[in-house]
């Protein structure tokens, strides 16, 4: 599904990504580890398509299309989903309009008829329930005034409505207590299936007791350090990120 | 051509006996009074500093006429569309009250709400105080011009605790080209009283004309009055208006003023808080294209103990639009306990839109809590990604957020009717496609 | 708080520390304006005809202005044609070659004013172009100065040995048309500083100039220039302390950066005039055009004031921003006490693509002092993608103080983002008591407290000179509290 070749990005002229390979197929769950500043967040908001990052060289292929030429709303229209890190607040757009235009868009997209108010609305409650969400929540402005937990909640509800094929989360766990944390992992396992990719962006490995993923990367220094499978997530939580990075060291190669 | 000066007297001399209350000996020596501070001072210039960044000289050039007194034949279907449900609704049109299209249902006792030129010989000891000639200088030759040349406008008086739970609508119609409409109201809210005032200026047509409005208010003792304006003026119009408020102690004061039509606008809001506990509050929105230009100057005394004030103004600019927005907040000597917040928040849209802002404080006292921000700038890059991220195209991404920048503004007004109108105003500039999202 | 209102009053009868006279022979023209005046201090100075012409062009055109007024300072009527337009300390016809050559009154004037010229500039490396009065009496460090190719001089020496650099950038920033004072100071200065970086040389070393007004009726129409060409980077401090005096003495000073490409100027004022006593009485009206360039791309130029003397400030140390991503900073600490008035700010004029500009201005009003902030933030259509960050902060120690802001702001660029802050309060009853309840002397406390408001200021300031500032300020405010 997602095929990253060779993927340098940098910002304002300082490389942060110094050659990612990594293929995520349909179906699977892969978790990105690494310590602060290893490039883990900039790799999925490049792959949603944030300006402010400068790909110079390497390529991204999704769904066998060359991912990078398109914007990031056609990106979200192919069914590509990122949850924030830190969720932009936007005051005066209410949260159910803002669903709305993004259901409406991806229907459009998909040349499907738009979903009238009522099957609209029987669906976003349905996803609210999942997510122990309030009505008067789809009311109040995109996460304005919303506690963390509420963000990174409303993130996950936004997923589960669009019902992405890749969902990339960024840091999804960070500023939730064990209780969010368990709903927030309650929501993201109720979307596993077989058609779908899931990339998880994390720095600890307590989401990943929650989320049992397929595939563990370690970024350091913009590379992949060294992938493994579930057991890799374990020995970090033991043995931190040091050993990793000195093993990266500054001129290691991708895992 | 003959100076304005000159023009403008002898307008006077050729329509003084049609203007009311041209029998009242107070109030001829009034409009005498402000037609010779007029000759003095003439129309502002830019070399004053209030009027620096405002040209008015394309007035000065028209040389506009005063409207026959005459019946000018609006039949009431032609304003209805400009009706707002559940308010007393005065109409004006041309500058003169107009019964037939008018709608005063049943008034609580202590409530008299008329036509200015009708109350005006029933009334003259609360209105000489007001109308009559004046010792302090005018504001500006607008103003002067107004005091001589007002032909009509709204006389609302409420008595001691009286509350009047219906929103006046004042809807001000102009029909024709080449007029000069003088309007006056005047409100006395008197002690513990409430009332809901909505200024409403529209047009039949797109003429240029020149609409210049003075509202006189006073807040009594604990009384509390809501001011809303919405200019809706020809594109090609000429709207000038004041609004002078005058704030006794415990008083509550709320402004809003929305600018959205006018090629040249001009607002002056001035508010003192003249006793101790007073408070105001002054919002207000621009919204700005081709080439308008729409100036708000406002001002807030805190003159006494214990006022707080706090005033907050958008716009957005789009076309070759300019804006300019002046705050003063003055806190006089002795008026400790002050509290005052300003914030001017301006979102450019097009190259060749220009704004001004110019927030001021002077600050005579020194217990006082004043701050105030503005800001120039366009919509958060990252809101917009945000948009953008989840399908929405990027066009329709800064529509809805420029949407949702300024209804902010509108969602602040409690009055349901007016709030529902202006945000349909609001959407009629949003693409089709974003309107149904919202 | 009335008992403390009057036990704390009675602290700010601080007497100006640096207030005494002294008797130099001075060599001074008549008083009064006129272009024979002017025609005898060019020739008093051997000028070239082009800068004669210039100045007589220059009193030709402020003939025809009026004193501006529309600032918020009132001052009693300045009579120009009672004021000496030159006076020059007597000294040998070449001038001193070093220091054991200068007047030792002189030196001895220093020393109280706690400035051991000599001393000071080799203990902390600093080079000193001394200005007493009018002409410059002393300099030191030139060798290695001019070791690196960096003209610091006087003006007048620059006139004689550099013509065709000030023939180049005199009045290329503060024209002489510019405004009433400006014009006056063109027509008229007397001395100054000149400074010139050539391409590629960082000043090694802090240069600064301490300028004071000493004989009796005598304007000070200092002119300063200075020129960092592609490249150069310089860090220029001035400072200044006056004796004590009776009648309102005149300053107009023109200060003139240019920056080329790359090119980095700091520019730092620690200003201590005399401000009159505590009715009011005297003081120096200060009248100052300041203006840098940032002529090249990436050029930056920083103003940092603290001004805590004058009986009247009025500057705008302002920063044209032309080449693009040039950077403007203003950075000011402006103090009022007793009957002074200060009416300072800055103007940021964004022209360049991608251009910055930064404004810190903490303005602290005490006794019957008055204090306004008054800036323009200009972004003019070629302005794509600048940013304007501004703070204003005033702090009001006293109920018979004044506190102003009047930013102006005017965007003509849609990409421009321009953020305007500002904040007006009473110095904190609680964090005084608090201060108090420790042990700290009332008057120690609201020093501390108005410390702390100022640091990010100071924190521009070199060392040496921050620590001087705070100094000030503590001798300016003592016993302020309202």
Redesign the interface.
Known sequence: MLDIRNLHVSINDKPILRGIDLTVRAGEVHAIMGPNGSGKSTLAHVL????GYTVTAGEVRYLGRNLLEL???L???EGI??A?QY??E????ANI??L???V???RQ?RGEPELDAVDFLALVKDKLKLMGMDTDLLYR??NEGFSGGEKKRNEIL?MAV?EPRLALLDETDSGLDIDALKVVAGGVNAMRSPERAMVLVTHYQRLLNYIVPDQVHVLAQGRIALSGGRELALELENRGYGWVEAAAGPAGGGA | MNSAADFYRDEFARIATTLPGSALPWLRHGREAGLACFAETGFPTLRQEDWKYTSVAAIEKSRFLSPPPTANGVAPGQIDAWGLAGTQRLVFVNGRYQPRCSNIGALPAGVTLASLAEVLGRESERLEGVLGPRSDPYPSGFAALNQAFFSDGVYLHLAAGVALETPVHLLFVTTEPGLALHTRNVVRAEAGSRACLIEHHVALGDGAYLSNTATDLVVGRDAEVEHLKLQQESLKAFHVAALDVDQQQGSRFVSRSFALGGGLGRVDIRVGLNAEHASCTLDGLYMTDGRQHIDHHTRIDHAQPYGTSREFYKGVLAGASRAVFNGRVIVHADAQHSDAYQANRNLLLSDNAEIDTKPQLEIYADDVKCRHGATVGQL????V??????????A??RA??T???A??MT?RIDMAPLRARLEKLLLGRLPER?KE?? | MASSTVKLDELISQEYKHGFFTSVETDTVPRGLSEDVIRLISAKKGEPDFLLEWRLKAYRHWLTMAEPHWATVHHPAIDYQDITYYSAPKSRQDGPKSLDEVDPELLRTYEKLGVPLEERALLAGVAVDAVFDSVSVATTFKDKLAGLGIIFCSFSEAVREHPELVRQYLGSVVPYTDNFFASLNSAVFSDGSFCYIPPGVRCPMELSTYFRINARNTGQFERTLIIADKGAYVSYLEGCTAPMRDENQLHAAVVELIALEDAQIKYATVQNWYPGDKEGHGGIYNFVTKRGDCRGANSKISWTQVETGSAITWKYPSVILQGDNAVGEFYSVALTNHYQQADTGTKMIHLGKNTRSTILSKGISAGHGSNAYRGLVKVAKSAVGARNYTQCDSLLLGDRCAAHTFPYIEVKNPTARVEHEASTSRIGEDQLFYCQSRGIAPEDAVSMIVSGFCKEVFKELPMEFAVEAQKLLGVSLEGSIG
């Open positions: 949603a398509g944030h300006e914007s990031p709303e990106r979200a229209r989903f990122l924030f969720p932009v936007i005051p005066g757009v309009y803002l709305k235009a993004a409406n868009a991806l997209h402005s995109v936004q669009l | 958060d890059p990252e809101q990604f945000y948009l953008r991220s989840r399908g929405v195209d990027e329709d991404a809805l957020l949407f949702a920048f209804a902010e969602g974003v999202l919202v």
